[in-house]
């Protein structure tokens, strides 16, 4: 399995595409989206260079990834209708692996730069430029010093050394990923989650239909770290002091947006998570087992979510994190 | 019909995409090749900071977008070797309309850094950074002062005032376009070649093929200038000084390497020419005529063009100009 080729969320927009399934991502940026105005307003207030660059790490290709530039517009538009001075121009950077679909991506910028003139009537718009920057950001994606804001929302994993030559002094990282609420590893709603996926591929080789080497060789590096394993590793690094960390817990279901302890319809909700895990490891997947299992596989972990759903409603625990550079 | 979203280059891999038609272009990259190097060392002697920034303004999406890329990377390596010093990052922005094949280029990085590494093996790379910036070039493109270099090989149009902002102080630009040899505009070797393609419209038209109003309402907006309307153009604008300036030729088939007055082949010369010039034009010429009629087109076209170079060997006048920021 290559990381590189096989990472990518599911390009078109088909039913089963990243296109269609990304609400879950959607409500983390809806979540932290004071957070960022908060942070792009200090920025703005340090800034002495008349341009702010702004990279967005693993931006794929649905209208999240605009949704979060608009969101830094609107809070430099706000600064510089309160205090006007700089920043006068912002250069963006969208970063993701060379096998998303940035072609989809800059076609939808031309409608995006016209509905940002819509909603600034009149206001202080600052000249944008948006650039694809396709690499992974495990390796350098800029020159030394050149980035103001790194954002990552989702990015299963990250590296903080690794961005921190990019950065300006006092330069700033958000960060959003999966964490955990509690201190036990194993009762984590993540493990659940996969401990699901895993069960669903599992009987695809009772079946006959995956071959157990298969299914022993494959990997998924993920880790769901709490609050207090995450501002260790920051410590550790000196690199950077955390501005802000905030924990918050958002639905396994994307489209539940509802607060209690109750799960309306399990089944749908099943086929939601399906649909919405789909869409972000289905290339991997793919590359791993092959196409023609991938239906069946997806349909057992809708209906174990579902068997799961009907005993505890379940949430994912979200971390935000903000880093200043030291 | 809208320049912007139908004038890209023909995408894929087929037989008459752009990817297999474009050794005409690949020609002039290689013929302004010196320039180039002399240029860039120039700017490697003056360069104060250790990023330099370098645009290609219309970049498409065959392999001789990165043979430019690949060409500054080695020019920069051989003052590295020499002098050592600045710069040693370099920040590409591979510049094109949003409906150029941006895909294809990045998926195609990976093979070209590992060519660098091997092209380089023991002398000293620069860290080289390649964003992709979908954007009309008749608009800004980037922050005011942040640009070092700009090259625009073959792209129909330009409009130095809209790069100026752009550039640095004694910022540059290394712009190829097709440009005339003699004073007049009539018997100029592009007004050839293009009146031998309205000629073969008119006769889809004399067949019913295509309405006579389709034609009449067709206009390519393309001039090809003398050294001297350049050199006037540059100087009236006052921004610029031309620190170089040159005219080649080049046989209108870009499979004849050959040097007399002879064509070989006319028919095949017909077909190649053909070939090219429809990996340029055929996005625009189905937004207007239809698909349908364009084998058919380029047909009639290929053979007007046989026709005419068995009277006379015609080339190509391309003008290579840099200039400088005043």
Redesign the interface.
Same mark, same amino acid.
């Given at each position: 399995m290559k990381m590189?080729h096989d990472l990518h969320m599911t390009i078109g927009e088909e039913e089963t595409s990243y296109f269609k399934n990304s609400r879950l991502q959607e409500k983390a940026l809806v979540e932290t989206k004071p957070v960022l105005q908060k942070i792009v307003m200090e920025m703005c207030v340090a800034l002495l260079h008349?341009?702010m660059t702004i990279v967005d790490l693993g931006c794929s290709s649905s209208d999240n990834t605009l949704f979060f530039v608009s969101n830094v517009i609107k809070a430099v538009s706000y600064h510089l209708e309160k205090f006007s001075g700089h920043p006068t121009?912002l !250069?963006f950077?969208l970063n993701d692996l060379? $096998?998303n679909?940035?072609?989809r991506v800059? !076609?939808s /910028? !031309?409608r995006f730069k016209n509905s940002i003139d819509v909603d600034h009537k009149g206001g202080p718009i600052p000249?944008f430029?948006?650039? $694809? /920057?396709?690499?992974s950001y495990y390796r350098?994606? /800029?020159?030394?010093g050149?980035v103001h804001l790194f954002h990552s929302s989702y990015c299963l994993q990250w590296r903080s050394r690794l961005r921190y030559e990019e950065l300006v002094a006092d330069g700033q990282m958000v960060l959003t990923f999966l964490g955990r609420k509690h201190d036990d590893v194993y009762s984590a709603s993540l493990n659940r989650l996969y401990g699901l996926l895993s069960l669903s591929v599992q009987s695809l080789v009772e079946e006959g239909l995956v071959e157990k080497e298969k299914l022993d060789s494959f990997n998924l590096p993920l880790y769901g770290p709490s609050m207090d394993e995450v501002k260790a590793v920051v410590e550790r690094s000196q690199q950077f002091d955390i501005s802000r960390i905030k924990l918050f817990e958002t639905n396994w279901d994307p489209y539940d947006d509802s607060e209690g302890n109750d799960v309306h319809d399990s089944i749908q909700s099943g086929i939601n998570i399906a649909m919405c895990l789909r869409a972000v490891m289905e290339a991997l997947f793919t590359s791993h087992f092959g196409e023609s299992v991938l239906d069946e596989l997806f349909n057992k972990f809708a209906y174990n979510v579902a068997l799961h759903l009907d005993k505890e409603k379940t949430k994912y625990s979200v971390i935000t994190l903000s880093l200043k550079k030291r």
């Open positions: 590189e008349p341009t121009e !250069q950077f060379p $096998g679909d940035f072609n800059f !076609q /910028l !031309q000249a430029y948006i650039a $694809g /920057l396709p690499s350098r994606l /800029l020159p030394h050149s």
